[in-house]
T-cell receptor, first 115, second 115 residues
C-alpha cells in the first residue's frame, strides 16, 4: 500500500524568502505524485503533478517540484514566497491498481508567511 | 474547464439522521471517489466506484455508508444514521480513466456538521 510522509507539520517563512516543503512517499512502482494547496475552509487546489518524463515539474503560482526516485521524494519549492501563499499544503501519491487510481494524502504542512 | 460540482456546500444535521451528499462528476469520467477530511486532519480515502459498483473501500466506509450513481450524471454518498464523528468535509473526485491522464479532479467539498 502506498503512503506519504510530510515531516514538517508547520513552517514559517518570511515574505520573499525561498520555500521548500518536504514529501517522501512509499510505493512499489513508479508513483503518480501531486501537490495540493488548501486555504482554511476551502477545497483542494492542484498545484502540480508528476506522471512521467521530466522529473522537475512546474506548477501554478510559481511552484515547482522535483521527483527523486532514489530518495523517494517529491519536494515542493518556490523561490520567493508571497503572503497569499499562506495555506496548508498536501502531498499525495496516486497508485494505479486494477485500472483505477486511489490517492493517498500526507498529513499536510501548514505554511505561515510573516512580513 | 470542466469541473466537479458538489451540493450542498454545507449541511447541518442532527445525530441519527440520514444525509445524502451529491456530486456531479465530469461528464466523460469513468471512476468516482469520495474522500473525507475531519477538521485539522488529512484527507482520507473512503470509496471508489467504477462501472456501477464499488471498486475499493476503506475501513471508514462501514455499513452506515453507501454510494450510488442513480443516473448518468450524479454520484451520491449516503450516511444512514449520522454520528458526531461524521462531521467533516467530504470531497468527491473523478478521473477519466482513459488515455494517459490520471489526474483526479476534486470537487469543492461539502461540509457536514452533525449536532
Amino acid at each position: 500500500a502506498q503512503s506519504v510522509t510530510q515531516p514538517d507539520i508547520h513552517i514559517t517563512v518570511s515574505e520573499g524568502a525561498s520555500l521548500e516543503l518536504r514529501c517522501n512517499y512509499s510505493y512499489g512502482a513508479t508513483p503518480y505524485l501531486f501537490w495540493y494547496v488548501q486555504s482554511p475552509g476551502q477545497g483542494l487546489q492542484l498545484l502540480l503533478k508528476y506522471f512521467s518524463g521530466d522529473t522537475l515539474v512546474q506548477g501554478i503560482k510559481g511552484f515547482e517540484a522535483e521527483f527523486k526516485r532514489s530518495q523517494s521524494s517529491f519536494n515542493l519549492r518556490k523561490p520567493s514566497v508571497h503572503w497569499s501563499d499562506a495555506a496548508e499544503y498536501f502531498c499525495a501519491v496516486g497508485a494505479r491498481s486494477g485500472g483505477y487510481q486511489k490517492v493517498t494524502f500526507g498529513t499536510g504542512t501548514k505554511l505561515q508567511v510573516i512580513p | 474547464e470542466p469541473e466537479v460540482t458538489q451540493t450542498p456546500s454545507h449541511q447541518v444535521t442532527q445525530m441519527g439522521q440520514e444525509v445524502i451528499l451529491r456530486c456531479v462528476p465530469i461528464s466523460n469520467h469513468l471512476y468516482f471517489y469520495w474522500y473525507r477530511q475531519i477538521l485539522g486532519q488529512k484527507v482520507e480515502f473512503l470509496v471508489s466506484f467504477y462501472n456501477n459498483e464499488i471498486s475499493e473501500k476503506s475501513e471508514i466506509f462501514d455499513d452506515q455508508f453507501s454510494v450510488e450513481r442513480p443516473d448518468g450524471s450524479n454520484f451520491t454518498l449516503k450516511i444512514r444514521s449520522t454520528k458526531l464523528e461524521d462531521s467533516a468535509m467530504y470531497f468527491c473526485a473523478s478521473i477519466a480513466g482513459q488515455g494517459n491522464t490520471y489526474e483526479q479532479y476534486f470537487g469543492p467539498g461539502t461540509r457536514l456538521t452533525v449536532t
